[in-house]
């Protein structure tokens, strides 16, 4: 008893002590602080360890690529003033489907819905990275859904180095996954698959629902992060079933 009351308490400083980091570095907001808190909660509970450090990592990740060359991007409208500091909505955008696919493991108890959670959490650490990096790097942006050119920042533009800065977050995530289930190989490529296929679900959700108004970015990104889990769920499935 004592020891897991121990646990408790260490998790949940932690958790505390990441959505005060969050809040005083301005990377959220006050209703995003404590969204981040309760997300965190959650994930540790649902999750474990690995599945909390997996979405740690997408936040330092994603602080430190918003706020990469930020003066640049502002100069160039590729970035607006107080974008750099997130809300509930992106909190909850980004982590949720997280939060879904541990439920639906802790109900089925099938290994497939670990690498849906990672997998959820490799697409919005890769999209963050595109999307950051890419208006940096990216050298002749074409939208996704005509392949026709655009300016940077354009919802639903894609570049040969977005899609790199893509892959590299899904990779950055990736091995995450692997200590929690018992086929290694299969969740490590669901998980690089399942990410680097939501980002550009992302960019096509952008370049359509989102650029007519039917969404938001934070319900691109849910959208996108839920088909990356999905896609790391059949890919899971597949690997396990020829392997």
């Known amino acids: ?31 995003g602080a404590v969204s981040g808190v309760i997300l965190g909660f959650l994930l540790l509970y649902l999750g474990g360890v690995y599945t909390f450090i997996a979405m740690a990592l997408f936040v330092l990740v994603g602080i430190a690529s918003t706020r990469y060359k930020l003066e640049y991007k502002l100069s160039k409208g590729l970035s607006s003033d107080g974008e750099d500091v997130r809300s509930a909505g992106n909190v909850w955008g ?11 493991e802790a109900v089925m108890h099938r290994d497939a819905f670990w690498a849906a959670t990672f997998a959820s959490i490799a697409t919005v650490t890769g999209d963050t990275l595109a999307s950051e990096l890419g208006k940096v790097f990216g050298k002749r942006p074409v939208l996704i859904t005509t ?80 088909l990356g889990g999905v896609t790391g769920v059949g890919v899971f499935l597949v690997m396990i079933r020829f392997a």
């Open 1 to 31: 008893m004592v020891t897991a009351m121990a646990r408790l308490l260490l998790e949940a400083l932690a958790v505390l002590a990441m959505g005060i980091g969050a809040y005083k570095s301005r990377a959220l907001d006050l209703k």
């Open 147 to 226: 392949f026709k050119p655009v300016k940077p920042g354009t919802n639903g533009a894609v570049s040969f180095q977005g899609e790199i800065f893509a892959l590299l977050g899904a990779c950055i995530i990736a091995p995450l996954s692997i200590p929690v289930v018992a086929h290694k190989l299969a969740v490590f490529l669901a998980v690089v698959i399942g990410g680097f296929v939501g980002v550009n679900v992302d960019s096509v959700i952008g370049a359509t629902l989102e650029n007519k108004g039917l969404t938001d970015n934070n319900v691109t990104n849910l959208l996108a992060a839920l």
């Open 94 to 104: 980004n982590g949720l489907p997280a939060v879904i696919f541990l439920l639906v």
